[in-house]
């Protein structure tokens, strides 16, 4: 017999079920929780942005950012007219 035979007749069902399998069957439950959660969280995000090429400056810039780049932004533009 392997050792995994051996191991498995040896050790009590309910350890198996209340030590092992319940707690990972309950870790998993979470994580499905929490990724559903954080999926609801990216789609109202999402849903509030007009115009999609904000999307990826809304999500990854910080509103101070996006002053400074729109400063520079105008800063530069004003110069170009001149």
Known sequence: ???????????????LCGGVFLP???LLLLLVLH?????QEVE????QVRDPRDTL???TFR???THIHHHTHTHLHRSAET
């Open 24 to 26: 990972v069957a309950l």
């Open 63 to 65: 509103a101070t950012h």
């Open 57 to 59: 400056e809304r999500l």
């Open 1 to 15: 017999m392997s050792s995994l035979a051996v191991f498995l007749k040896n050790v009590p069902a309910w350890f």
């Open 44 to 47: 109202v995000e999402l849903s």
């Open 35 to 39: 990724l559903s959660w954080k999926l």
